[in-house]
């Protein structure tokens, strides 16, 4: 482990602790921060919550899982950055569900500076793929940050193009497994030379299941996403609706209409995509630096203390809710109670193991 002072170390392994936890995910983790200021009195308060919302609590990660994970960063030359930390970037922090940590290797100043995200086929052709990585190369040389996720195809070119300008690489396993294989020498290349991150603690394998969560960061982290081949239904396009929902540009490539891999850009240009030609085409659009680059100390936490929420007002906000997801400013249009009193409740309920969070803001009973 590092030689961090004990008190630094020991809010590290509490943070990490909260967030290995289940039940306990990026919304819930960040109004627990909000809430008691700290992980370890957040951890010490969950039995009373979770009993408040009519449950046990969760089992909280011990402190040797959170112990291991940081000395097995130090081993690997990697470090965990933390939400509340100054050097998150800034970008990604305005997400709702952005990642309470996320492990990195690299230069972190990359993400501070104009960010384009750029993706596509796998399977893409070499004219894609020649376009991608000229566009990197362009992008870089008007100081933009290159993010891409590291998979074969145009997410590999865009790297090429960028490595030497600024590239950041966002994986969907642990920061020590290289995905696709072939590409391990590239996201070596990527850590030494750019950045690289991963949400998932080391060792983990990328399943399917972490690959939207890997795309929500790689749109979270730029002003706006490139893609440039997309066939139908393909995590490309995944990126590209996340993004959108950011209210981030969509940018994408056209191709031919013969080509099965073009019809996912071409589907995107007919719903109000920008059609990209050239990297001026992208930076007309993303400049002026939008102003959430520069985000203010502490203005993620630390916030009021939250009301006292009465059983009257637990029940009201319960009664609401239901199998069927529904959108959390409906709950607090409907019940007529403040927000932080809402939240509060729903808070409760997700700890004891009675709410499940949903894409959108939107929760149901479970």
């Given at each position: 482990?590092?030689?961090?002072?004990?008190?630094t170390v020991a809010a590290?392994?509490?943070?990490?602790?909260l967030?290995?936890t289940?039940?306990?995910?990026?919304v819930?983790?960040?109004?627990?921060i909000?809430r008691f200021g700290?992980a370890a009195?957040?951890?010490?308060?969950l039995?009373?919550?979770a009993?408040?919302?009519?449950?046990?609590?969760p089992?909280?990660?011990?402190?040797?899982?959170?112990?291991r994970e940081?000395a097995?960063?130090?081993k690997l030359?990697a470090?965990?950055?933390?939400?509340?930390?100054a050097?998150?970037?800034?970008?990604l922090a305005?997400?709702?569900?952005?990642p309470?940590a996320?492990?990195?290797?690299?230069d972190?100043?990359l993400?501070?500076?104009?960010?384009?995200?750029m993706?596509?086929?796998?399977?893409?052709?070499?004219?894609?793929c020649?376009?991608?990585r000229?566009?990197?190369?362009?992008l870089?040389?008007?100081?933009?940050?290159?993010?891409s996720?590291?998979?074969r195809?145009v997410?590999?070119?865009?790297?090429?193009?960028?490595?030497?300008?600024?590239t950041?690489?966002v994986?969907?396993?642990?920061?020590d497994i290289?995905?696709?294989p072939?590409n391990?020498a590239?996201?070596?290349?990527?850590?030494?030379?750019?950045?690289?991150?991963?949400?998932?603690?080391?060792?983990?394998?990328?399943r399917?299941?972490h690959f939207?969560?890997?795309?929500?960061?790689?749109?979270?982290?730029?002003?706006?996403?490139?893609?440039?081949e997309?066939a139908?239904?393909?995590?490309?396009l995944?990126?590209?609706?996340?993004?959108?929902?950011m209210?981030?540009?969509?940018?994408?490539?056209?191709?031919?209409?013969l080509?099965?891999?073009?019809?996912?850009?071409?589907?995107?240009?007919?719903?109000?995509?920008?059609?990209?030609?050239?990297a001026?085409d992208?930076l007309e659009?993303?400049?002026?630096?939008?102003?959430?680059?520069v985000?203010?100390?502490g203005s993620?936490?630390g916030?009021?203390?939250?009301?006292?929420?009465?059983?009257?007002q637990?029940?009201?906000v319960?009664?609401?809710?239901g199998?069927?997801?529904?959108?959390?400013?409906e709950?607090i249009r409907q019940s007529?109670l403040?927000?932080?009193?809402?939240q509060?409740?729903?808070l409760?309920?997700?700890?004891?193991?009675?709410?499940?969070r949903?894409?959108?803001?939107?929760?149901?009973l479970?």
């Amino acid at each position: 482990m590092r030689d961090d002072p004990p008190r630094t170390v020991a809010a590290a392994v509490a943070r990490l602790r909260l967030i290995r936890t289940p039940q306990i995910g990026p919304v819930t983790y960040r109004q627990l921060i909000e809430r008691f200021g700290d992980a370890a009195t957040a951890i010490d308060a969950l039995p009373e919550l979770a009993a408040r919302g009519g449950g046990k609590a969760p089992v909280v990660a011990p402190p040797a899982i959170a112990e291991r994970e940081l000395a097995t960063a130090a081993k690997l030359g990697a470090r965990h950055v933390f939400i509340d930390d100054a050097d998150y970037p800034a970008l990604l922090a305005e997400l709702d569900d952005a990642p309470p940590a996320m492990m990195v290797r690299g230069d972190i100043g990359l993400a501070q500076r104009p960010t384009i995200a750029m993706v596509g086929a796998r399977n893409a052709s070499a004219a894609a793929c020649r376009f991608a990585r000229q566009l990197a190369v362009e992008l870089g040389r008007e100081g933009v940050t290159v993010v891409s996720g590291l998979a074969r195809g145009v997410d590999t070119a865009a790297h090429v193009g960028s490595i030497d300008s600024g590239t950041i690489g966002v994986i969907a396993g642990g920061i020590d497994i290289a995905y696709p294989p072939e590409n391990a020498a590239l996201q070596e290349a990527v850590a030494t030379r750019g950045l690289l991150i991963a949400e998932q603690p080391p060792g983990t394998e990328p399943r399917a299941r972490h690959f939207p969560y890997r795309n929500r960061i790689i749109a979270g982290l730029a002003q706006g996403t490139v893609v440039v081949e997309a066939a139908p239904k393909s995590g490309s396009l995944i990126t590209a609706r996340l993004a959108g929902e950011m209210g981030r540009e969509v940018m994408a490539v056209p191709g031919s209409p013969l080509d099965p891999r073009a019809q996912g850009c071409n589907g995107l240009i007919r719903e109000g995509a920008t059609l990209i030609q050239s990297a001026a085409d992208i930076l007309e659009l993303v400049r002026p630096i939008d102003p959430r680059m520069v985000r203010a100390p502490g203005s993620r936490f630390g916030g009021p203390p939250p009301e006292d929420v009465t059983d009257t007002q637990r029940l009201e906000v319960s009664g609401l809710l239901g199998p069927v997801p529904v959108a959390i400013d409906e709950l607090i249009r409907q019940s007529g109670l403040a927000s932080m009193i809402v939240q509060t409740v729903l808070l409760e309920l997700e700890l004891a193991g009675r709410l499940e969070r949903h894409a959108g803001g939107r929760v149901s009973l479970i």
